[in-house]
């Protein structure tokens, strides 16, 4: 995979685990939707990744699309 | 002269290595032995005879598990020599970085794979074995090679609440398309439908509206892979979910062949018309051209089952 210049790209390990972390936090999650602060970290790694792979820029609000996602849509009770 | 378009739904392989409570394959429903193996040649001669008289426009290799069969390369490399679309469905636990690659050349352009939730025991539970980390993996790794990668979701009653999760992780891997099945209860879900549970239509319709939210930021697609009768409100409303529709019609353009070459009108059905060795050609051109009637008996699992199964549980 090749490097940006602007963030650190992680690799297939560390994006795997930040799928397995990410997977967690939506799990654990049954009464609530995750709050965007649980998985920030887990963002910001997978849209450096996206980035990569997609041959695409960087989200240039971070990660706000990724947040809304799990921030944006709650689920009815 | 313009050839009829065909779009085929191959199992290629009857054996899988794993055992999906879910699984349609009518084969394994334990009364009926296996569907025999057709040989690379058999198979491949059968292909070529079709494709003198159809036009394929695309093809979906699966099984069982297609990546058990020694020969895969053989059927892809057939298929992408007539620029046909090749789609792999695969569980994913064979599926290596450089068996990715390998398909990739050899004309795979889209990787199926399940993903039944984002809890790893609830989805292991489901395929019947440790598979939902090899998934993940692999979806990544498909995502790396420039492939497309298209999750498969299959809902039960044990796990539909949990869709809008995996569209929100398939968010993540940057998909753009996710397809959700009800449980078919042929097959081996005919034996496990009763703890797994076949939703609803009004169930599914409420939990699609919530998934159609997060998909749309997403910008993901959600395609229902079997019928399900929405609330019409509810479909209104969606702008990220596609319905489907049952292929069994006059004159209809998907067809299934089995790891045997029997052709039948819908993977959820035993019932086969003939094969693509025999007479089974002359009926689906007669289907394609002439638009012979069918017979409602040829509905078999899919539509009638569910139907009844819901009526009795008094869902719909």
Redesign the interface.
Same mark, same amino acid.
Do not use: H, N, W
């Given at each position: 995979?090749q490097k940006s210049d602007e963030l650190d790209v992680p690799n #297939?390990e560390q994006?795997?685990a930040a799928?397995?972390r990410?997977? #967690?936090v939506?799990?654990d999650s049954v009464d609530q939707w995750p709050n965007v602060q649980a998985v920030r970290e887990?963002?910001q790694v997978?849209d450096a990744w #996206?980035a990569v792979?997609?041959k695409s820029q960087p989200d240039s609000q971070g990660n706000a #699309?990724?947040s809304?996602?799990?921030n944006?849509?709650k689920?009815?009770a | 002269m313009t050839l009829p378009q065909v779009e085929l739904w191959m199992e290629v392989e009857p054996s899988c290595n794993l055992h999906c409570q879910f699984c349609y394959n009518w084969w394994r429903e334990g009364h009926k032995p296996s569907p025999l193996r057709l040989s690379t040649g058999e198979l491949l001669a059968g292909l070529r005879d079709l494709s003198r008289n159809v036009q394929y426009t695309s093809v979906t290799l699966s099984g069982g598990e297609p990546l058990l069969r020694d020969d895969l390369g053989v059927i892809v490399e057939f298929f992408s020599a007539q620029s046909v679309s090749v789609i792999l469905a695969t569980n994913g636990i064979l599926l290596s970085q450089s068996r990715i690659y390998e398909l990739n050349n050899l004309g795979v352009g889209t990787f199926q794979l399940p993903l039944h939730?984002?809890?790893?025991d609830m989805h292991d539970q489901l395929a019947g074995g440790r598979s939902w +980390?090899r998934a /993940?993996?692999a979806l990544?790794?498909i +995502?790396?090679a420039?492939a497309k990668a298209v999750v498969v979701f299959v809902a039960t009653n044990l796990n539909i609440s949990?869709f809008? +999760?995996v569209v929100? /992780?398939c968010?993540?891997?940057?998909l753009s398309d996710i397809i959700f099945n009800r449980l078919i209860p042929s097959g081996m879900a005919a034996r496990s439908q009763s703890y797994l549970g076949v939703p609803g239509d009004q169930e599914i319709s409420?939990i699609l509206f919530?998934a159609d939210?997060?998909a749309r930021?997403?910008h993901l697609t959600i395609h229902l892979g079997v019928p399900v009768a929405v609330d019409p409100e509810i479909q209104a409303k969606m702008t990220s979910v596609l319905p489907a529709s049952c292929p069994i019609s006059r004159g209809q353009r998907r067809w299934t062949i089995g790891a045997d070459g029997t052709i039948r009108r819908c993977s959820h059905a035993e019932k086969a018309i003939g094969t693509i060795l025999d007479g089974g050609l002359r009926h689906l051109l007669d289907e394609l051209l002439v638009q012979i009637p069918y017979s409602r008996g040829d509905h078999v699992n899919c539509c009638h089952i569910i139907s009844a199964n819901l009526v009795r549980l008094g869902k719909n």
């Open positions: 995979m #297939r994006v795997i799928l397995e990410l997977s #967690r939506l799990q887990e963002f997978l #996206r792979v997609d #699309r990724l809304y996602v799990c944006g849509s689920p009815k | 939730s984002t809890s790893e +980390r /993940l993996e990544v790794d +995502r790396e420039g949990g809008p +999760r929100a /992780l968010g993540a891997l940057g409420d919530q939210s997060i930021e997403a």
